[in-house]
């Protein structure tokens, strides 16, 4: 059973920084490509970034949080993370990780297999 379990959320004055955690387990990691959305009220789930399977060479992400976040992985502990800073009030919402395979880096969230439960980040201006 595949399980994609989100930490690190909380919150914080703008301007601030947190790092999110996603803990896979119940697939071989390393050959999914992995991403991060969030969701704000009233909105759609929108991309913030994607990391390429087993090597994490290749990266993208959403024009707002460009220099911001940094996307990142460590396939011997089965975890991605999202280190962000500078945050801003916008950035408000719950943040989920999510993981398909694929060898290219994916911004649709009908793309992606499967879904963590996700953790709510709070910037407070």
């Known amino acids: 059973q595949v399980q994609l379990v989100e930490s690190g959320g909380g919150l914080v004055q703008a301007g601030g920084s947190l790092r999110l955690s996603c803990a896979a387990s119940?697939?071989?990691?390393?050959?999914?490509?992995m991403g991060w959305f969030r969701q704000a009220p009233e909105k759609e789930r929108e991309f913030v970034a994607s990391i390429i399977r087993w090597s994490g060479s290749v990266t993208d992400y959403v024009d707002s949080v460009k220099g911001r976040f940094t996307i990142s992985r460590d396939n011997a502990k089965n975890t991605v993370y999202l280190q962000m800073n500078s945050l801003k009030p916008e950035d408000t919402a719950v943040y989920y990780c999510?993981?398909?395979?694929?060898?290219?880096?994916?911004?649709?969230?009908?793309?992606?297999?499967?879904w963590g439960q996700g953790t709510q980040v709070t910037v407070s201006s």
């Open positions: 119940g697939l071989t990691f390393g050959y999914f490509t």
């Open positions: 999510a993981a398909v395979m694929s060898s290219r880096t994916r911004r649709e969230s009908a793309q992606y297999d499967y």
